[in-house]
């Protein structure tokens, strides 16, 4: 991994070249490092991209850009997790190889753990990146593979430019929306505590306060309270408080519209 602390140290950087696993121990050549970044017959692929972009900025002056396989898999399939282990697991079917159970056991730290675990967990981080990259990008239509170019990996790059250079705040216009935000929201939670079925709920549960955040609270309003009839299910077949649950009811249930406002 590439450090966020300029103060941090790379031990080892990890590349798959012509099929082959290269790993590069520090201290690093720089020359090297750019000779391969400027070789347009490799084709750069990296999971999260934005760590070795910022490095590759700070430390040689130079853009380059990567396939990033993070994102490719967010494209294909966003409701589940996006770490490199997950993905693999998912896609190619690879046991996850995490080495942070081993580190806690015997207290080791990255810049602690001995070369004879790191070394082989860096070449499965290489090797199972251009593997998944390989698959995700023959899953990807035509489609995705637009939405990639022109959205996702331009989105990449200006948040590398935000961690690197931070961005502009107008601290002036941001303090007013917040007290105007601040005022509405208190004003809803004036009007949902007076509603009837919030205090009925209260007055059953003995709850202090209704968060309309919880979908247990509301659910039971909604479904106990209430006796709406559930329109929409959740994914294990129980009533849904979600935004299209609760929309039917907008216009009959002042209720329901408050906890969507």
Same mark, same amino acid.
């Not at 994102?71 to 996006?82: A, I, K, P, R, V």
């Given at each position: 991994?590439?450090?966020?602390?300029?103060n941090?140290?790379?031990?080892l950087?990890?590349f798959h070249?012509e099929g082959?696993?290269?790993?590069v121990p520090a201290?690093? %050549?720089k020359?090297?490092?750019?000779m391969i $970044? *400027?070789d +347009?017959?490799?084709t750069?692929?990296?999971?999260?991209s934005?760590?070795?972009k910022?490095?590759?900025e700070?430390?040689?002056?130079m %853009?380059?850009?990567f396939?990033?396989?993070?994102l490719?898999?967010?494209?294909l399939?966003e409701n589940?997790?996006?770490?490199?282990?997950?993905?693999?697991?998912?896609?190619?079917?690879?046991?996850?190889w995490d080495i942070?159970?081993?580190?806690?056991?015997?207290?080791?730290? =990255?810049e602690?753990?001995?070369? +004879?675990?790191?070394?082989p967990?860096?070449?499965k981080?290489?090797q199972y990146?251009y593997e998944?990259?390989?698959?995700?990008?023959?899953?990807? %239509? %035509?489609?995705?593979?637009k939405?990639?170019?022109?959205?996702?990996?331009?989105?990449?790059?200006v948040c &590398?430019n935000?961690?690197?250079?931070?961005?502009k705040?107008?601290?002036? =216009?941001a303090?007013? &929306?917040?007290?105007k935000y601040?005022l509405e929201?208190?004003?809803?939670?004036?009007e $949902?505590a007076?509603?009837?079925?919030v205090k009925? #709920?209260?007055?059953?549960?003995k709850?202090?306060?209704l968060n309309?955040g919880?979908?247990?609270? @509301?659910?039971? @309003?909604m479904?106990?309270?209430l006796? $709406?009839?559930p329109l929409?299910?959740t994914?294990g077949k129980?009533?849904? +408080?979600?935004a299209?649950?609760? *929309?039917? #009811?907008v216009?009959?249930?002042?209720?329901c519209?408050? &906890?969507l406002?």
């Amino acid at each position: 991994g590439l450090p966020h602390d300029r103060n941090a140290e790379i031990r080892l950087v990890g590349f798959h070249i012509e099929g082959e696993n290269l790993l590069v121990p520090a201290p690093l %050549d720089k020359t090297f490092f750019s000779m391969i $970044l *400027k070789d +347009t017959n490799i084709t750069r692929v990296a999971h999260n991209s934005i760590f070795e972009k910022r490095w590759i900025e700070r430390e040689l002056n130079m %853009d380059s850009v990567f396939y990033d396989t993070m994102l490719m898999h967010y494209l294909l399939n966003e409701n589940t997790s996006h770490i490199l282990k997950n993905a693999a697991f998912e896609v190619l079917g690879i046991i996850p190889w995490d080495i942070e159970r081993k580190m806690q056991e015997n207290n080791w730290t =990255w810049e602690t753990v001995p070369e +004879t675990v790191l070394y082989p967990y860096n070449a499965k981080d290489v090797q199972y990146t251009y593997e998944l990259f390989l698959k995700l990008r023959e899953q990807m %239509d %035509d489609k995705l593979r637009k939405v990639y170019t022109r959205i996702m990996r331009p989105l990449s790059d200006v948040c &590398v430019n935000f961690e690197s250079h931070g961005i502009k705040i107008d601290t002036e =216009w941001a303090s007013r &929306v917040k007290s105007k935000y601040a005022l509405e929201i208190r004003k809803l939670e004036r009007e $949902l505590a007076s509603q009837e079925c919030v205090k009925e #709920y209260l007055k059953r549960t003995k709850e202090e306060t209704l968060n309309p955040g919880s979908p247990k609270m @509301v659910g039971a @309003v909604m479904y106990k309270i209430l006796k $709406l009839k559930p329109l929409v299910f959740t994914d294990g077949k129980a009533p849904s +408080t979600e935004a299209e649950a609760l *929309k039917p #009811y907008v216009k009959t249930h002042e209720f329901c519209r408050l &906890v969507l406002a």
